[in-house]
């Protein structure tokens, strides 16, 4: 089965500090890409960050960045200088070029003032 | 419109009812895709159109789901007899179908409670 497993069912971190979500995957395809969603309490998801597995470079947005490791098939969420908003339920997420995305079960964080 | 819109938000229901959620996708956006997120859980699958035809209904967990798309934009998701393990986040998605990327917007998600 082609899986994705976030490890961290909760984390907090306090206020400006870095913390790191973890998020490894299964799958048999080569090309495929790979995402971060934030779920806030009001339930809509927002895309946070995503990422071109054919691309070595980690992808990068504002305080969020990525830790791909291809063979390792592992794609971890950096967040630096955390902030009061960012507290939410984080998934990750891949998926193949016009298929659907598989979602992992989430991280609850929580920044803590 | 300028974003996914899901109708009813909440829907409260008897066992054995018939539901229907909609969802008004982003203008333009060809694929349309729905979720079923249970309380803790991630989203799981449920169909994804491709402009008027189901590219993908692998998700759809019984013959009591059902989904539509007639003209290629706004989608019903259909439930018949509900049971009370139907209670769950009903979310929808849709992606402009042409970037490789695949990038999913969604909506708000309509919140179905099965009594």
């Known amino acids: 089965a082609q899986t994705v497993t976030q490890s961290q069912p909760e984390m907090s971190v306090q206020e400006a500090e870095t913390v790191t979500l973890s998020c490894t995957y299964d799958?048999?395809?080569?090309?495929?890409?790979l995402f971060w969603y934030k779920q806030p309490p009001s339930r809509q998801m927002i895309l946070v960050i995503r990422q071109e597995a054919y691309k070595q470079q980690n992808a990068t947005e504002n305080r969020f960045s990525v830790n791909f490791q291809k063979a390792a098939k592992s794609f971890s969420l950096k967040i630096s200088d955390s902030q009061l908003g960012d507290t939410a339920m984080y998934f990750c997420?891949?998926?193949?070029?016009?298929?659907?995305?598989?979602f992992g079960e989430g991280t609850q964080l929580t920044v803590n003032p | 419109g300028a974003g996914v819109s899901q109708t009813p938000s909440n829907k409260v229901t008897e066992k054995g009812k018939y539901v229907e959620l909609r969802c008004d996708p982003i203008s333009g956006h060809t694929a349309l895709y729905w979720y079923r997120q249970s309380l803790g859980q991630g989203p799981e699958f449920l169909i994804y159109f491709q402009g008027t035809g189901a590219a993908d209904d692998s998700g759809l967990p019984n013959d009591r789901f059902f989904a539509v798309r007639p003209e290629g934009s706004v989608s019903t998701l259909k439930i018949q007899r509900t049971e009370r393990g139907d209670s769950a986040v009903y979310l929808c998605?849709?992606?402009?179908?042409?970037?490789?990327?695949?990038?999913?917007?969604f909506g708000a998600g309509s919140r179905l409670t099965v009594l």
């Open positions: 997420a891949w998926g193949t070029s016009g298929s659907r995305l598989t």
């Open positions: 998605a849709s992606s402009d179908g042409n970037s490789g990327a695949n990038v999913l917007t």
């Open positions: 799958t048999s395809e080569s090309n495929y890409y």
